[in-house]
């Protein structure tokens, strides 16, 4: 039986799945407004029943965090930004009421480009929200059709002017090795994307996600050596411009702005996950549980009267060691040896000959306290995780 003398870190994913368009290459639990809906936008009947979902959702919940207070609010999606400032301000104020937030916490809305209005954003900055992710994918008009995106390059930056001016910190997520994508191009991205001073910035790899449209049908994508001078190009114009590279995707203006939420995940923390289809990791004194919750959202909003949640288990303990690598291998500053027993409660002892399989590789270096991932080790970062599993 696991044994934990300390709790983690406590943080609040909420998953808002509407989306007005499903992206070709999205694999994410995302939901088209249906055709017939009113106007535009999400309906405010909608809106409101989920509000309603997600705080009964969470009051279900209590009982497994009672006392804990939460560090950070992650809304997440699909696109939230969907909803109005009124219910995203309804909602983190049923949270408020509901549960301990840290003072300072950090609360973060994501928003896609094709549905930034500046009178909402100033809303959720009324509302708490103090982080804004934008999902702007490309600066380039004919790679955001390719995307099938919903929004050019002039909404992305109109979006990210408004979201610098209302909120300050900021995200931009950018996708790179799309169809066709030239390394000229994709440093054409990255330049638009620092003249816009986000504090905080996000670059994947586009991945043809099975189960997407552009799996089935996939589009001309750069070669892997293409892809790795576009990586290269990307990640060097970001260094130069002071950014601090802090994990695989994630690059930050300062430490200031390393996204808390999702460090905490990276530092396999605690997470609660509220809506449809989201995981939640839970550490007991005991036992640490995993959630997932109904991924429909109308599953969701029949279930959450009684109980959202879909499935749970406890994680066994040998597989601890594994999911605690999986996610501190991320980082480029790797982990404090202290932070394996604390988060997993077992003795080090299970670690140490797969460390020293990693670091006769070249993967890993390591001293009596810490242990990161190489130049090496973060390029093969898969292969790296795999000698833990
Ligand atoms: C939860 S998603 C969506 C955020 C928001 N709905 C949007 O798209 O504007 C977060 C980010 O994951 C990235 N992403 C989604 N699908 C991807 C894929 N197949 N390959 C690489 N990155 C992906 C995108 O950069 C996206 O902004
Ligand atoms: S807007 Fe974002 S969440 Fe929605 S379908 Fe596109 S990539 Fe997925």
């Known amino acids: 039986m696991l044994k934990f003398s300390a709790l983690p870190p406590l943080a609040l994913y909420i998953h808002l799945p509407w989306c007005i368009k499903k992206c070709p290459y999205c694999d994410f639990n995302s939901h088209e407004i249906r055709q017939n809906a009113v106007g535009h936008g999400l309906p405010d009947a909608t809106q409101q029943a989920y509000v309603d979902a997600l705080l009964k959702d969470l009051e279900n919940t209590l009982p497994l965090i009672w006392g804990r207070a939460i560090h950070s609010?992650?809304?997440?999606?699909?696109?939230?930004s969907l909803f109005s400032g009124q219910a995203i301000d309804r909602l983190l104020a049923g949270i408020r009421a509901r549960v301990r937030l840290n003072a300072?916490?950090?609360?973060?809305?994501e928003a896609n480009p094709g549905a930034v209005e500046a009178k909402r954003f100033e809303a959720y900055a009324r509302a708490g929200v103090n982080r804004i992710s934008l999902g702007v994918q490309s600066f380039s008009d004919e790679k955001l059709k390719a995307l099938g995106r919903i929004h050019g390059r002039r909404e992305a930056i109109e979006a990210a002017q408004i979201a610098h001016e209302i909120v300050g910190n900021?995200?931009?997520?950018?996708?790179y090795a799309l169809p066709g994508q030239t390394v000229a191009q994709a440093s054409a991205d990255i330049t638009q994307a620092l003249a816009l001073q986000p504090t905080h910035l996000s670059a994947y790899q586009l991945t043809l996600e099975p189960n997407t449209l552009f799996h089935r049908y996939p589009p001309q994508l750069p070669n892997d050596d293409l892809a790795l001078d576009i990586e290269q190009v990307v990640h060097e114009t970001l260094l130069k411009a002071g950014f601090i590279?802090?994990?695989v995707s994630a690059f930050s203006?300062?430490?200031?702005?390393?996204c808390r939420h999702n460090l905490n995940y990276w530092q396999f923390g605690d997470y609660l996950g509220i809506g449809a289809g989201a995981h939640g990791k839970i550490t007991l004194h005991d036992s640490v549980i995993r959630q997932v919750r109904f991924k429909q959202p109308t599953s969701y909003l029949q279930a959450v009267a009684k109980n959202a949640v879909q499935e749970e288990h406890k994680v066994v303990?040998?597989?601890?060691p594994f999911e605690f690598m999986l996610n501190t291998l991320r980082l480029n500053q790797g982990f404090d040896l202290r932070l394996f027993t604390e988060r997993t409660s077992l003795p080090l002892t299970s670690l140490l000959l797969k460390l020293e399989r990693a670091e006769q590789r070249g993967l890993i270096e390591r001293d009596h306290r810490w242990?990161?991932?190489?130049?090496l080790g973060r390029r093969f970062l898969n292969d790296l995780q795999q000698i833990f599993l």
């Open 245 to 247: 590279q802090y994990e």
């Open 317 to 320: 303990a040998e597989q601890l």
């Open 253 to 258: 203006k300062g430490e200031q702005y390393y």
């Open 371 to 375: 242990v990161r991932p190489t130049a």
């Open 73 to 80: 609010i992650f809304m997440g999606g699909g696109t939230p």
């Open 170 to 175: 900021f995200n931009i997520d950018l996708m």
């Open 104 to 109: 300072g916490a950090e609360i973060t809305l």
